[in-house]
């Protein structure tokens, strides 16, 4: 029994503007499993509709997201434009999550990329110096 989730475009794989879709297939009895992978994909479209709404650019969403699933955490801030697009990104996510919510997907990106702004905020204050 497995469970086997692809990312795939719908049209020609080299057209980076065209949208994508998950593939997801379950094989055996996996259909035990389908609840927890319906509120996983729930969640993938939660996250990228925050990231567009808060203004990220659609090419960094799902670089934004591998990292998360993979490491925990958002990405580093890196320049000015990453920090004004982190901050857009936590204001959205803010507003959206229970203040009290340490716990979910949404909540612990939400630490983690409040985590990278004070980061971001405390080397830009000791270069100004």
Not at 29 to 56: K, N, R
Not at 89 to 101: E, K, L, N, T
Not at 106 to 117: K, P
Request: charged share 25%; aromatic share 10%; with cysteine.
């Amino acid at each position: 029994m497995f469970l086997v989730i692809e990312k795939r475009p719908l049209h020609s794989p080299s057209d980076k503007s065209c949208p994508s879709y998950l593939l997801i297939r379950l094989e055996a009895e996996m259909f035990l499993a389908l609840p927890s992978v319906l509120e996983w994909v729930m969640e993938e479209h939660e996250f990228q509709g925050m990231f567009l709404e808060a203004g990220m650019p659609e090419d960094h969403i799902d670089a934004a997201l591998t990292r998360f699933h993979a490491y925990g955490d958002s990405p580093k801030i890196l320049s000015q434009n990453d920090y004004v697009t982190a901050k857009a990104i936590y204001a959205v996510m803010d507003a959206r999550v229970d203040p009290d919510d340490a716990h979910s997907p949404v909540g612990r990106y939400l630490i983690s990329l409040g985590a990278r702004i004070a980061d971001w905020e405390d080397k830009i204050a000791q270069l100004t110096r």
